[in-house]
Nanobody, 111 residues
Framework: QVQLVESGGGLVQPGGSLRLSCTAS????????IVWYRQGVGKERELVAS???????DAADSVKGRVTISGDNAKNTVYLQMNSLKPEDTATYYC?????WGQGTQVTVSP
């Protein structure tokens, strides 16, 4: 069993930045693949960015150029650095490790 805990969300003004963390624990020996998703109220879940330990990362067009995803294998943690945040980035952000999901962390972008 694997547990995922997201953190780092909060209220930020447009143009601001946040760094989200996804920390894994349990039956895991390093994070080899993590995907970040988000879901706004009344919206479908959207893939935000993905990370693999070989250095391969990808991001959705809606956030490309504004997010950086990185990992610290020693801490079993993957980070999602988000810059130039927009109101449309407001959502609950989740990380997924294979079929395991975290509980989400809320990001609200508002003046």
């Amino acid at each position: 069993q694997v547990q995922l805990v997201e953190s780092g969300g909060g209220l930020v003004q447009p143009g601001g930045s946040l760094r989200l963390s996804c920390t894994a624990s349990g039956s895991i020996m390093g994070i080899d693949f993590i995907v970040w998703y988000r879901q706004g109220v009344g919206k479908e879940r959207e893939l935000v960015a993905s990370f693999t330990t070989d250095g391969t990362t990808d991001a959705a067009d809606s956030v490309k150029g504004r997010v950086t995803i990185s990992g610290d294998n020693a801490k079993n943690t993957v980070y999602l650095q988000m810059n130039s945040l927009k109101p449309e980035d407001t959502a609950t952000y989740y990380c997924r490790y294979y079929n395991f999901w975290g509980q989400g962390t809320q990001v609200t972008v508002s003046p």
